[in-house]
């Protein structure tokens, strides 16, 4: 018995790969998009001359200090009345599972919340709520409200 094999097609003939049809294209279904709820934009607002110092929001830490070139900070403070009691890192405000938090980050002149001093590190983070007052200074000199702006 002989097998037909390549060759043996007539010249010319068409191959399954060679006929002219048009290829079968499924549409895709339109992207998804997922609405997400715009959340507020956290700030910072110095009693003393209403200045606001908006914390970055795509970011789960901001520190708070005066611009320095060992370690980046986010909210600047080098510019507002009293700066020399401002740390060059003096607080960090952290958001976590929805909550914002305050942090003394080993600032010489200590951080206040709601008038209580706040000891150094992670473990003696505070909740934030808008409206709380958070200062900086051993006599609580430089004030700010936090607050949560649409």
């Known amino acids: 018995q002989r097998q037909m094999c390549i060759r043996d097609s007539p010249i010319g003939a068409a191959t399954r790969l060679e006929i002219d049809e048009p290829p079968i294209v499924e549409m895709a279904s339109p992207p998804t998009t997922l609405e997400l709820p715009e959340l507020p934009t956290p700030v910072l607002i110095d009693r003393e001359t209403g200045e606001r110092f908006v914390l970055p929001s795509d970011?789960?830490?901001?520190?708070?200090?005066?611009?320095?070139?060992?370690?980046?900070?986010?909210v600047d403070l080098s510019s507002i009345l009293n700066a020399d009691l401002i740390s060059r890192v003096h607080a960090a405000i952290h958001y976590e599972n929805e909550t914002y938090y305050l942090e003394d980050a080993g600032s010489a002149n200590g951080t206040w919340l709601n008038e209580t001093e706040l000891q150094s590190g992670?473990?003696?983070r505070k909740q934030l709520n808008p409206g709380d007052t958070i200062a900086f200074g051993r006599n609580q000199t430089v004030k700010f409200t936090f607050d949560l702006e649409d």
């Open 122 to 124: 992670t473990r003696f």
């Open 59 to 74: 970011e789960k830490t901001a520190y708070i200090g005066r611009i320095n070139d060992e370690f980046p900070i986010q």
